[in-house]
C-alpha cells in the first residue's frame, strides 16, 4: 500500500504563525499557545542551547584577550554595534556584525541586533520597567506617537485583538 501522507496539509496548517523568537514574538507565542492555538514560531537565527552555548559565562576578566574590551580593528569594523555598551569580548558572539547585515541610515539610527534563538533577551541588562497605560500614551500626550513602538506594546496589541 502506498505510504500517503494524508495529515501533511493538517501538519502544515496553523492558526498563527511567529516571526522571530525574540522577547516579543516569545511571550506572543506562549500567550497564542496558552490560549490553544497551533503555533509556529520562525526563527532566522542559530539555537542556542543552555550552557554549552555561553562561552564565556565563567570566565573571569583577564582571562579575555583584551580583557573584556573589543580592539580597535574591531570597533573600526562595527561603528555601529560599538556604540553599544554591551558589545565586548563577553557577549559579542551575541551581536549581528554590521557587515554581516548592512543597512542605510536615513537618519541616524543605532540598530542593534541578535539573530538567534531568544533574539536580543540574550543581551539585555534585566531592567524591566513597570509600564502603565499612562506610559504607552506618553508619545501621543507629547505628540510624536507612530504606535507599537515598544516589545511589551506590540505584545499587548497581540493579546487585545485575541
Ligand atoms: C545590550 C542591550 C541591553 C538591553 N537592556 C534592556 C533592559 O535592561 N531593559 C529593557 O527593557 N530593554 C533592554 N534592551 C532592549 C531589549 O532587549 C529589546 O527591546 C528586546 O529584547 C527586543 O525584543 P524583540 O523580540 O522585539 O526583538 P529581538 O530580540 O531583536 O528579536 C527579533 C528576533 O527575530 C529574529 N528575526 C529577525 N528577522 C527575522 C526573519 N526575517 N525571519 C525569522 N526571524 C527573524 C531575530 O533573529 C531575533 O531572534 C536592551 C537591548 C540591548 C541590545
Not at 555561553?54 to 583584551?66: D, V
Request: aromatic share 12%; with cysteine; net charge neutral.
Amino acid at each position: 500500500m502506498a505510504n500517503l501522507n494524508i495529515d501533511s496539509v493538517k501538519d502544515r496548517t496553523f492558526d498563527a504563525i511567529v516571526i522571530g523568537s525574540g522577547i516579543s514574538g516569545g511571550w506572543s507565542a506562549k500567550e497564542l499557545t496558552e490560549k490553544g492555538m497551533k503555533t509556529l514560531v520562525l526563527e532566522r537565527g542559530r539555537d542556542v542551547q543552555h550552557i554549552k552555548d555561553y562561552p564565556t559565562t565563567n570566565m573571569m576578566p583577564w582571562e579575555f584577550k583584551h580583557r573584556g574590551q573589543m580592539p580597535k580593528e574591531v570597533t573600526d569594523e562595527n561603528p555601529v554595534i560599538s556604540r553599544c555598551y554591551a558589545f565586548n569580548e563577553d557577549a559579542a558572539h551575541f551581536f549581528v556584525k554590521d557587515k554581516e547585515h548592512p543597512y542605510v541610515q536615513d537618519k541616524p539610527f543605532d540598530w542593534i541586533r541578535g539573530y538567534q534563538v531568544g533574539g536580543k533577551s540574550l543581551t539585555w541588562a534585566r531592567h524591566t520597567q513597570r509600564w502603565s497605560d499612562y506610559d504607552y500614551e506618553g508619545p501621543a500626550r507629547d505628540g510624536f506617537a507612530v504606535g507599537l513602538a515598544h516589545p511589551l506594546q506590540r505584545y499587548c496589541t497581540v493579546v487585545q485583538a485575541m
